[in-house]
C-alpha cells in the first residue's frame, strides 16, 4: 500500500486555467514534498512543507504554485493558471514515520495542458 | 551544489543474470543520502534503496544492492536475479545536509531484461 494517495492520477486542463492536485497520506505525516517530471526529463524538485509551512521552494516554485493543508489530512499543489510548460507528472512524497531516509513518493498525478 | 551522473542511458540485461547500474555523485555535504527508484512505464516513482553517508554497511533490500564506495564518490545499484518485471526506468538520487529531502536526480538508465 503506498504511503500518499494522490487524486487525480490524470488530469487535462486549458492553458490560463486553475488546477489542484492533491495528496492524501495513509497515516499522520509532518512532511510532505511535491516533485514533477516532465516527459523524458529529470525529476526536479518544487516545494516541502513541513507543520503547515514551506520550509524549502526550488526557483521552478513561483508564484503562480501554492501549496496548503486545507483539512489538516489532504496536501495540495495549486497551480493558479496553467502554462503549456505545465505538462508534467507531479509527485507527491513523504517520510515515512520512524524510518532513516528513505522517501516515499506517491503514484504521481499526469498533468497535460493544452 | 549537488550532481548526480548516470552515465548509462540504457543496459540490457539477460533474465537471472545480475546488472550493475553506475551512478556518481558530486557534494561538498558532509553528510548526504543517496536513494535508488525506479520507475516503470505507468510512471509510479518506486523507492529501492537508500545509503546515508556514514553508513558503514552498504544497504541491501531484497534482489537489491547499492555499492557504496564514499571515495570513488560512486553509488551503484546491483540488482540479482534479474526478472521481466525489473525493465524499468531507475533513477539514482542523493540529498544533501540532514533534515533536507530537497532530492537531485539523476538523468535515468533504462534498463531492459531480456528472457
Known amino acids: 500500500e503506498p504511503e500518499v494517495t494522490q487524486t487525480p492520477s490524470h488530469q487535462v486542463t486549458q492553458m490560463g486555467q486553475e488546477v489542484i492536485l492533491r495528496c492524501v497520506p495513509i497515516?499522520?505525516?509532518?512532511?510532505f514534498y511535491w516533485y514533477r517530471q516532465i516527459l523524458g526529463q529529470k525529476v526536479e524538485f518544487l516545494v516541502s512543507f513541513y507543520n503547515n509551512e514551506i520550509s524549502e521552494k526550488s526557483e521552478i516554485f513561483d508564484d503562480q504554485f501554492s501549496v496548503e493543508r486545507p483539512d489538516g489530512s489532504n496536501f495540495t499543489l495549486k497551480i493558479r493558471s496553467t502554462k503549456l510548460e505545465d505538462s508534467a507528472m507531479y509527485f507527491c512524497?513523504?517520510?515515512?514515520?520512524?524510518?532513516?531516509?528513505?522517501?516515499?513518493f506517491g503514484e504521481g498525478s499526469r498533468l497535460t495542458v493544452l | 551544489a549537488q550532481k548526480i551522473t548516470q552515465t548509462q542511458p540504457g543496459m540490457f540485461v539477460q533474465e537471472k543474470e545480475a546488472v550493475t547500474l553506475d551512478c556518481t555523485y558530486d557534494?561538498?555535504?558532509?553528510?548526504?543520502?543517496l536513494f535508488w527508484y525506479k520507475q516503470p512505464s505507468s510512471g509510479e516513482m518506486i523507492f529501492l534503496i537508500y545509503?546515508?553517508?556514514?553508513?558503514?554497511q552498504n544497504a541491501t533490500e531484497g534482489r537489491y544492492s547499492l555499492n557504496f564506495q564514499k571515495a570513488r564518490k560512486s553509488a551503484n545499484l546491483v540488482i540479482s536475479a534479474s526478472q521481466l518485471g525489473d525493465s524499468a526506468m531507475y533513477f539514482c538520487?542523493?540529498?544533501?545536509?540532514?533534515?533536507?529531502?530537497?532530492?537531485?536526480f539523476g538523468k535515468g538508465t533504462k534498463l531492459s531484461v531480456i528472457p
Open positions: 538520487a542523493m540529498r544533501g545536509e540532514a533534515g533536507s529531502y530537497q532530492l537531485t
Open positions: 497515516s499522520n505525516h509532518l512532511y
Open positions: 512524497a513523504t517520510i515515512r514515520g520512524g524510518a532513516s531516509g528513505e522517501l516515499f
Open positions: 557534494t561538498s555535504d558532509q553528510s548526504y543520502g
Open positions: 545509503q546515508g553517508s556514514y553508513d558503514e
